[in-house]
């Protein structure tokens, strides 16, 4: 791997076979920005790949347009963050499953007060979910169930005598973007990361609460009608975003662009 942008003194030099770089250097390069003193805030990213042509997925999966080197820094950004922020249906979709704790990034979890792994918090309108899947049968730290305070009794009631914990964070059915990143700051969660889907992320890039996008660039073309990384109605006025740091592997371009 090699860091095209920016290119410092410290810039791991790379070799002639273009070593791949340890956990600690993507841990370094990926690491969430510090708050100013005394005014600690929410810092919510989103990991997401999309093909040449604009695909984030391929037969509704991101995994076919995926990269070893794009799993490492999916790993890392997991092993960074104190939850994952998903919505119901790439649940359903992806298989996902609990975050599990890595030994090597333990000791930097530990020095920065968080669990031993990042909670999962599934943003779900209607709490339609297989509660017997391991998200919430054996989950390292509690499954978080994002929701509206119109949920059904019932669906809040099975849902937390599976183990998961539901927070309410937005009137009637629906989840507020803005509720639920604050909610999440409210159980003490501040780095946050969302790896989709698509929608989902629309609806954070709406709110205006979308702080960072890792964007993994992948040297494919799936034509098709794929979705993009984010769906929904447009915005009034296109948010601008300024490129903090560019990787290459193989081809692939691991870009982080945060909010101007």
Not at 157 to 174: C, F, L, P, T, Y
Not at 187 to 213: K, Y
Request: proline content about 10%.
């Amino acid at each position: 791997m090699r860091r095209l942008f920016p290119v410092t003194d410290q810039t791991p030099p790379p070799a002639p076979d273009d070593r791949e770089w340890s956990l600690d250097e993507l841990a370094e390069a990926y690491a969430y920005p510090e708050p100013p003193p005394g005014e600690p805030r929410p810092w919510l990213r989103a990991n997401m790949v999309s093909t040449l042509d604009g695909a984030a997925q391929h037969d509704g999966r991101s995994q076919p347009i995926s990269t070893a080197a794009d799993m490492r820094i999916f790993g890392t950004l997991r092993g960074l963050a104190d939850v994952v922020v998903v919505g119901a249906e790439t649940v359903r979709q992806e298989g996902y499953r609990p975050a599990r704790a890595r030994a090597e990034f333990a000791g930097r979890r530990e020095a920065a007060g968080q669990a031993p792994a990042p909670a999962i918090a599934v943003v779900t309108a209607s709490l339609d979910l297989d509660l017997s899947l391991p998200l919430f049968t054996s989950p390292l730290v509690p499954t978080l169930l994002l929701t509206g305070a119109a949920a059904a009794p019932d669906k809040v009631a099975a849902a937390e005598k599976a183990g998961a914990r539901v927070v309410i964070a937005g009137d009637g059915m629906g989840v507020d973007p803005a509720r639920a990143v604050a909610a999440l700051a409210g159980l003490g969660h501040t780095r946050l990361l969302t790896e989709g889907g698509p929608r989902m992320l629309g609806q954070f890039v709406a709110a205006g609460v979308l702080d960072e996008l890792c964007l993994t660039v992948s040297p494919m073309l799936t034509a098709g009608d794929a979705q993009r990384i984010a769906g929904g109605p447009s915005i009034p006025v296109p948010q601008r975003f300024a490129l903090v740091s560019l990787l290459e592997e193989g081809g692939f371009l691991f870009g982080r662009y945060r909010r101007s």
